[in-house]
């Protein structure tokens, strides 16, 4: 490395402090009000977020999180465990910080400042591109530079989808997975989705989604009948990106697909989503449909081959 010192952040979406109601409701006001996740005019959203959704829907959520929470939440504890593996792989400093809730952003970008880091790169945990997700923590980076009279240099991994390190991480993961219980009919690929109109307007999130899923499926040596990919977690009225996961997965066992497995390839650390939304709830909707088996892979969390893969991602960008 260069005589600068530098240091990596990764950053992840966010979460609770505690699956309460209360800690949930300050989340979500934090997540739901940011334009960057939901582009409806900001008067009209106003009112609806704080006379409709926060009144209602966090002691809902808030059971969901009771659901799978540990000693803390899943996807704080696999950031944190992601922030250290990568720091005894790179040999310099390593923080998590989440977008929403904490540990934040801001303030472990300036607690490195502090430390005297010169060069700090920004390493978003999603692999495709999405201004809701990676724009959302440029946004906050920006906003953060905005204050500092000196400002240290910075770089930031807009996406990596198409590392080949990151593709074969996930493709052996799969592989391990049935080398050890069998393959199932199906491998569902399944992303977090977002609004049509987002990629209407230019978001190219779904094109590449599908591109990860074929050439993670081209690893794997898959025919097209036996995969596909589908987007999960929409919330309201208007049209998300589609084939939708539930859906399909309700469709597949009516017709007499017997074995499903699922990947979520888009998520770096298992969290509500995959472990209530997808092991949980999509699990029953497959089963109570007519289906048999019903398995979900895990995400790569912080599994060696994850870690190495990100620490060349990495390593291709810091100062040498």
């Known amino acids: 490395m260069s005589d600068q010192k530098s240091a990596v952040v990764v950053v992840n979406l966010g979460t609770p402090d505690a699956p309460t109601t209360s800690a949930v409701r300050r989340y979500l006001k934090q997540f739901l009000a940011d334009p960057r996740v939901v582009e409806t005019p900001r008067l009209i959203w106003f009112f609806v977020l704080r006379l409709i959704i926060l009144p209602l829907r966090p002691r809902r959520v808030a059971r969901s999180y009771q659901s799978v929470w540990q000693e803390d939440s899943p996807i704080r504890l696999i950031t944190l465990r992601q922030a250290q593996g990568l720091e005894q792989r790179l040999s310099i400093p390593v923080r998590a910080a989440m977008t929403y809730g904490e540990p934040a952003l801001p303030t472990v970008l300036n607690e490195l400042v502090a430390q005297g880091v010169e060069h700090i790169h920004l390493l978003p945990l999603y692999p495709q591109y999405s201004g809701s997700t990676t724009g959302a923590v440029a946004d906050a980076l920006a906003n953060w530079l905005k204050k500092q009279r000196e400002l240290p240099s910075f770089s930031l991994t807009r996406e990596y989808w198409e590392e080949d390190v990151w593709q074969q991480a996930v493709a052996d993961s799969v592989q391990a997975y049935r080398k050890k219980n069998g393959a199932a009919q199906k491998l569902l690929f399944s992303f977090h989705g977002i609004p049509q109109s987002y990629q209407d307007r230019g978001d190219l999130y779904g094109p590449r989604c599908l591109r990860s899923a ?107």
């Open 214 to 320: 074929e050439q993670i499926a081209a690893k794997l040596g898959l025919k097209a009948e036996q995969w596909q990919a589908c987007f999960q977690s929409r919330f309201g009225p208007q049209p998300w990106l589609q084939p939708y996961t539930d859906k399909t997965l309700e469709e597949w066992g009516a017709q007499g697909v017997e074995s499903v497995q699922v990947v979520c390839p888009g998520f770096s650390a298992d969290c509500l989503e995959t472990l209530e939304e997808i092991d949980a709830e999509n699990r029953h909707l497959f089963i109570a449909a007519g289906g048999k088996e019903y398995s979900y892979i895990p995400a790569l969390n912080d599994s060696p081959e994850h870690l190495d893969a990100l620490a060349a991602i990495c390593q291709k960008v810091l100062p040498r």
